[in-house]
């Protein structure tokens, strides 16, 4: 039996490792345990997780300081708890802060285990360097988007590009008249999703902005339905926030209510981040707006090197979402861009079509991503045995 061991440290990380898990019990009829590191949808693939990955759910310099000693004490335990189970493999997904301590200790161990990253730092958008020295400790590396194995295969680190998750994402399969029905959505009212992020950090800057945006387009439009299809990582949070708003706004909890949500919606404000790509393959016009510390901005613009931070824009070369970033991130800038989407304005015309490029752009052939990273996965562990 081939022993897996897995670490993703947020939610989007999760959900690509549950799908990853899925595919290499597929492949090997079952006969596969997992060990690790995740969130709830690995541990409904049969994952007993290490620690709770909301301990890792945090963003921005000021924000993760605090946090440094308890980040610290899961890096060791980790690692001596993959010195335990002896497994084929050792798989860190996104999350590469945590994930690249945890690989530098394994090193220093030298067990023999083969050791793979999947989702790569984005060394496009800022520290290129890191590219050059990310071979001393991981064997594999693999990629969601097209372009990213040039910059690390001059480096003597093995880079595949496997797909992106987000085109076999369960938001493909989603209804919405299944969400209109179960939340007595009125025939005439428009869904409005509404999405602060999957970290606290990020719902505690974005969702009073997003409010207010709410206020103001609720008072405009008397037919919109507002609802914030949350995480397990923030639900608390979330949902307190929402009573507490007085805002008409229904929460949801479940990853089959967040996908009808989405796919019932006429349009969406969103956190920048993997969503953001969820709606563009549903359709779904949107905004991205995103706020972190002024420290934390001050060091973003000094080191990013790109001219977008939404996929879709990075994608294309150029902005079809509209990207509403620190002092951009406003209630009236939200309100207006949201108005326009739903009055199917030019901007609405120009997402649709350029969400129909982005999809092709993230196809990959036969296989799924995650079967194809399933086949990587395998191979290294077939290396390790002979």
């Not at 969130?39 to 007993?48: Q, V, W």
Request: proline fraction near 5%; charge should be positive; aromatic fraction near 8%.
């Amino acid at each position: 039996m081939k022993k897996i061991y897995l670490i993703a440290g947020e939610p989007s990380g999760d959900l690509l490792g549950s799908r990853l898990m899925r595919a290499l019990k597929k492949k090997t009829g079952g006969d596969v345990a997992f060990y690790g590191v995740g969130g709830e949808t690995m541990e409904e693939e049969g994952l007993k997780p290490l620690f709770d990955i909301a301990d890792l759910s945090i963003m921005g310099i000021m924000e993760v300081i605090p946090s440094i000693p308890k980040v610290l004490r899961h890096i060791k335990n980790t690692v001596e708890d993959i010195i335990r189970v002896q497994p084929d493999v050792v798989i860190t997904i996104d999350s590469w802060s945590f994930s690249a301590r945890v690989h530098k200790a394994l090193r220093k161990k030298k067990l023999g285990i083969p050791q793979v990253h999947y989702v790569a730092p984005q060394v496009w958008a800022w520290k290129k360097k890191r590219a050059r020295t990310m071979y001393k400790y991981i064997d594999h590396l693999l990629t969601l988007l097209p372009y990213e194995p040039k910059y690390f295969t001059p480096y003597r680190l093995p880079t595949d590009f496997v797909g992106h998750p987000v085109i076999e994402s369960e938001a493909l399969h989603a209804d919405g008249a299944k969400f209109r029905e179960k939340f007595n959505v009125p025939a005439g009212k428009r869904v409005v999703s509404v999405l602060p992020g999957s970290r606290k950090t990020e719902v505690s800057k974005l969702l009073p902005v997003f409010f207010d945006a709410v206020r103001e387009l609720s008072k405009q439009n008397e037919d919109l339905f507002f609802v914030i299809p949350t995480v397990k990582t923030v639900a608390e949070a979330v949902k307190t926030a929402a009573k507490n708003s007085g805002l008409p706004i229904v929460v949801t909890e479940t990853q089959q209510d967040r996908y009808n949500a989405f796919k019932a919606s006429s349009a969406a404000i969103a956190a920048s981040g993997t969503v953001a790509l969820e709606l563009a393959i549903l359709d779904v016009p949107h905004i991205v707006a995103y706020k972190v510390s002024a420290f934390s901005a001050m060091l973003a613009r000094h080191f990013l090197k790109i001219q977008f931070v939404n996929l879709s824009n990075i994608l294309l070369g150029r902005e079809i979402v509209p990207e509403l970033l620190q002092e951009r991130c406003v209630p009236g800038n939200i309100r207006n861009y949201i108005k326009g989407l739903l009055q199917k304005d030019d901007l609405y015309d120009k997402q649709i079509a350029g969400f129909k490029k982005v999809r092709e752009l993230l196809g990959l052939g036969e296989q799924t991503p995650s079967e194809n990273a399933a086949d990587i996965v395998l191979q290294l562990c077939e290396k390790k045995s002979k």
